[in-house]
């Protein structure tokens, strides 16, 4: 578990992330948890685990980089996920995607999961570049990026979302300014 002063980070094990997706219903994925998911995060929008289960599920040690529950630690509920989309490339470089509960906007959540996830990967062997990336109308989230100081670097076509703008940042400058 990754914490910050306000949240918990917890890492899905693959069995449940599998459970999660294949049966969203199956309260078994919470029996030995000390949070709940009043909020259905994962449940009802599977977000990333169309494209994570497939993956554990052909290589389950992927499953260190993969989805975690944001959980707020006063009232000990699930309030969003945030996964890397896998292990870091050849050059080293590691995307990471992020999800929170529209209740939970606004209240610095998606900044203070991100620095924490960041700021564990960096520890991670191969990790040198960290990227994020989202559609250039999303407002909130280029705001969110921009105030970590990544850099635009470019814009791809997502499959799925379209138009995505692409941000950077070396994990040595994410170092030098959050560590």
Do not use: C
Not at 52 to 58: A, F, G, H, I, L
């Amino acid at each position: 578990m990754i914490q910050t002063s306000r949240l918990e980070l917890h890492h899905i094990d693959a069995a449940d992330l599998i459970t999660l997706f294949e049966h969203p219903e199956d309260q078994s994925v919470y029996s030995s948890k000390t949070f709940s998911n009043p909020y259905r995060v994962l449940m009802d929008d599977a977000g990333p685990l169309h494209w994570r289960v497939p993956q554990v599920k052909k290589d389950p040690s992927l499953n260190i980089w993969f989805v975690r529950w944001i959980v707020e630690k006063d009232s000990r509920n699930i309030i969003g996920a945030i996964s890397f989309h896998g292990a870091p490339n050849e050059q080293g470089m590691i995307e990471i995607g992020l999800g929170i509960n529209a209740k939970f906007h606004n209240k610095g959540y998606g900044f203070e999961a991100l620095k924490a996830m960041w700021s564990w990967v960096i520890n991670q062997p191969g990790v040198k570049i960290l990227r994020y990336t989202v559609s250039p109308d999303n407002h909130p989230s280029v705001r969110l990026i921009e105030k970590f100081g990544f850099t635009h670097v470019g814009q791809q076509i997502d499959e799925q979302d379209g138009p995505e703008d692409i941000y950077e940042m070396s994990a040595l400058a994410f170092v030098q300014k959050y560590a």
